[in-house]
C-alpha cells in the first residue's frame, strides 16, 4: 500500500473502528463507472447497427420489398409469400410489400390475390434494401385460377 491510501491517525482517535475503510473503494467505483458506460455504448451501437442495415450484413439477411399490380397496372392489395421460407405478409393500398430479415440468396416469391397466384423469383443480398421491382398478373391469370411460374411453359 502506498502511503497516500494509508488511513489517517484521525481515524483512530477513539480507538480502532469496527469496519476499517477500504483502501480500494476509489477503484472499484471507477471501475464500476466505467462497466456502466461500456454497456451503455455497447448498447447503443447495437441500436446504431440496427439502424444502419449493418446488422443485417453482419448476420446475413436483407430487406425483401416490392410492388404487386393487376393486369392493367394497377395496385392490388394481394398475399405475398416467400415460398421456401414459410413468410406471408399483405399488400398495402399501394401494392407495396416488405419482407425484413430475410436470409442472403434466391427466394420464390408467390403472389396470390382472389383465384389467381403467379410466382417470381428473387435474390437477397445482406445488409441491403432488395427490390424485387413491380411483380404484375398477366391477362387471363383470372380466368384459369391456377400458379404459373413465370417463364414456365403453360
Known sequence: MIFEESPSLELY????PEKLPDPHRRKKILWGAISALMVVVL?????R?????????????????????DDFHRPIP???YLLDLDRSTR??????????GVPAGTHTILIAYRVAG??????VFSGRINDAGTLRF?????????SQAVNALP
Open 118 to 123: 403467379r410466382e417470381y423469383p428473387a435474390q
Open 78 to 80: 394481394a398475399d405475398v
Open 138 to 146: 398477366l391477362p387471363g391469370d383470372f380466368d384459369h385460377g391456377w
Open 43 to 47: 448498447v447503443l451501437g447495437g441500436i
Open 49 to 69: 447497427m440496427k439502424q444502419s442495415g449493418a446488422l443485417d450484413w453482419l448476420t446475413g439477411k436483407g430487406t425483401l420489398t416490392g410492388v404487386v399490380v
Open 13 to 16: 482517535k477513539k480507538g480502532i
Open 91 to 100: 399488400c398495402d393500398e399501394f401494392g407495396r410489400f416488405t419482407f425484413e
